[in-house]
């Protein structure tokens, strides 16, 4: 499968100068977004000494003026090396524009869509809590532990959350107060690093528009790590397990392939399932086709083993326990809502759906045109093209999210993830699509004269107009989806101190605010729990205390060890869950306080050091959510008997809504 490729550029500086220039009127155009909210807050400002929450009008505003800015800037650079053709290169002007246009696009969106909280994206609901939880854990320690359990290693990729909470430390600030700069940092970089690999196998501005879009089309500053390898992962298979490649660019090598491949495992894993049927898938098809292989199996082989040694912090520690013989939790066979895990498919009822069903489009085209030539000019000879490898992962995607569906019960393949990825390369196909007819039309319009000419040129206007209808469309609802919502959540979430940000409290319904934790101010603040904490035993919890709580602000903002995590799918995969809340259920099946403070210090898990409790009419209580795969999750109450938590086994201080209880 083909697609026509320009001449290349095997001049590495244009590279660079584009980067640089890229980043420089990015950050500009960030700044300008952050001075326009500033400006904003001296006219109108919020309730005491925090900033206003930023309304509708003033979002638009500020990140209309940044992209202004930008565009304006960006004209001047192009204009002054016209100008000064001396200077070497041809000059930087639509590439720069493109890429800095998508990152304050995103960063300022961001930007204006938190200004007024210090929370990052989602706050502390749902995986906001675990991630912030992570953070706190290595601003604490620069060892890969377990964010969750004392003495176990770290399980989830621990690359971007140790970052996070090192710079914390360096700062001297706390952990979660870091996850809001780093989100827009990566809203800032993400269209940047994605172009450094779509380069390499798009040629010219496709790849700059290729890397934009994708980055829009998928934004999730919630999970940065996941989205940064989202965008990073489809150009890098493309070179690597297809082979397509722009003629003239640099080699890198299977040592090099290798230390991204490690570096992007050490961020998130998933993609690589879905992926490694797509390789598969496309060198059967190699051997069907009777055609070079990809990829090699000796520069493959290099690249997965360095890979595996780079990416040994993240695996490395859970297999020394399986090895050990420790035991093992199902904990990861997380239930599909009603909905989700049903494939997305390109349907153009929406912007997005336009984009990705000109994708399909364009996809079909290649394919039949490559049936009737040999010839394939994106890559290496007897390599098929950047469509071809679109096209087989588009369609290992989707055998995998089907047939993970099917075979659910019992695999922990997590399908539903898949349609991401699935979106990731339909958005892809549909900018090459887009750009595909653009360059046939403007053939065509230099191949006619006279009146055909003039018919040619009013099509080329409505397609263009057209397009950036769709694209602005697209783009506000891409924003809304992945930044405007989640953020909504940081707006009303309670800080540590017990304040709260420029939104005020969490509305009742959605339910926005951190489990275990009710909406309102009502309840005691982390703060007001801590200061109890240091009243019952003259210090303040921390690393080396053991916690029994649902609360997820508590271990997402101090340092504890919780005993049991929440929620189920949080919790280790030797974290042995299930015994855990046995020991929990069993204590509170107690007659008496020396019967439940035995089983709580000596159990056969880890004893514990203190139980953070919620309170009702029915008297203390934990909630823990508990996955019940394949249907659906189910809340887990343990009660405790305030006769069971009495002197002298037990010290207890009451406050708001609980009550802090500590082992003696």
Not at 141 to 158: C, H, Q
Not at 263 to 288: I, R
Request: aromatic residues 6%.
């Amino acid at each position: 499968m083909t697609s026509p490729v320009p001449s290349a550029e095997p001049d590495p500086r244009g590279a660079r100068r584009v980067v640089a220039v890229a980043t420089a009127l990015a950050v500009l155009g960030w700044v300008a977004v952050w001075a326009v909210l500033e400006v904003g807050d001296l006219l109108a400002p919020g309730r005491g000494d925090a900033d206003p929450q930023p309304t509708g009008t003033r979002v638009v505003v500020s990140v209309a003026l940044g992209l202004a800015l930008t565009a304006v800037v960006a004209a001047a650079v192009a204009r002054a090396r016209v100008r000064r053709p001396a200077s070497g290169g041809r000059p930087p002007a639509s590439e720069p524009l493109v890429l800095a246009g998508a990152s304050v696009l995103l960063a300022g969106s961001g930007t204006a869509l938190l200004h007024g909280t210090r929370w990052g994206v989602d706050g502390l609901y749902s995986d906001a809590g675990f991630r912030t939880e992570a953070v706190t854990r290595f601003a604490d320690t620069a060892a890969l532990a377990d964010y969750a359990y004392r003495g176990l290693p770290a399980y989830y990729p621990p690359l971007l959350p140790w970052l996070q909470g090192r710079a914390a430390d360096l700062l001297g600030v706390p952990g979660w107060t870091v996850m809001k700069p780093t989100q827009l940092l990566v809203c800032l970089l993400v269209p940047l690093l994605s172009w450094l690999l779509w380069r390499r196998v798009v040629p010219g501005r496709r790849a700059v528009w290729v890397a934009a879009v994708v980055a829009v089309a998928t934004v999730l500053p919630l999970k940065p790590d996941e989205w940064l390898v989202l965008t990073l992962v489809v150009p890098w298979w493309l070179e690597v397990c297809r082979g397509v490649g722009v003629p003239g660019r640099a080699r890198v090598g299977a040592v090099g392939h290798g230390l991204v491949l490690g570096g992007l495992l050490l961020l998130h894993t998933y993609f690589f399932a879905p992926l490694a049927l797509a390789t598969a898938l496309g060198a059967a098809l190699d051997l069907a086709l009777r055609r070079r292989v990809h990829p090699r199996i000796g520069p493959g082989l290099v690249t997965g083993l360095v890979a595996v040694v780079v990416a040994a912090p993240s695996w490395a520690g859970p297999a020394w326990l399986r090895l050990r013989g420790a035991a093992s939790d199902s904990l990861q066979l997380r239930w599909s809502p009603p909905g989700f895990d049903r494939p997305p498919l390109p349907w153009p009822t929406d912007p997005r759906g336009v984009l990705e069903a000109v994708g399909v489009l364009w996809l079909l085209w290649a394919l039949a045109r490559s049936r009737a030539s040999t010839h394939h000019p994106a890559g290496t000879p007897g390599t098929p093209g950047v469509a071809g490898g679109l096209l087989v992962a588009l369609v290992a995607a989707y055998g995998f999210m089907v047939g993970g569906q099917l075979l659910q019960p019992g695999v922990a393949v997590l399908p539903e993830k898949s349609d991401e990825l699935v979106e990731a390369l339909l958005a892809s196909a549909g900018v090459l699509g887009v750009a595909e007819l653009a360059r046939a039309l403007l053939a065509r319009r230099h191949a006619r004269t006279g009146p055909a000419a003039v018919a040619v040129v009013a099509s080329v206007a409505a397609a263009a107009g057209m397009v950036a209808v769709l694209a602005v469309l697209a783009t506000v609802q891409a924003v809304h989806r992945g930044v405007e919502r989640p953020a909504a959540a940081a707006q009303h979430t309670r800080y540590p101190d017990g304040t709260l940000p420029a939104g005020g409290a969490v509305p009742p319904s959605p339910r926005w605010h951190a489990w275990g934790v009710e909406p309102g101010v009502s309840g005691a603040s982390v703060a007001e729990v801590v200061a109890a904490w240091e009243r019952l035993t003259g210090r303040p919890p921390g690393s080396d205390d053991v916690v029994v709580s649902a609360r997820s602000d508590l271990p997402a903002t101090v340092p504890v060890h919780l005993f049991v995590p929440w929620k189920s799918i949080y919790s280790h995969p030797q974290g042995r869950f299930e015994d855990r809340l046995a020991v929990l259920e069993a204590a509170a099946r107690c007659g008496t306080p020396a019967c439940a403070h035995r089983l709580l210090r000596d159990d056969a898990v880890e004893p514990v050091d203190g139980l953070v409790l919620g309170r009702d009419e029915r008297g203390l209580h934990l909630s823990v959510a508990v996955d019940t795969f394949p249907d659906a999750w189910e809340r887990r109450t343990v009660r405790f008997d305030d006769r069971l938590l009495a002197e002298p086994w037990f010290r207890t201080e009451e406050v708001a809504d609980g009550a802090v209880v500590v082992l003696r």
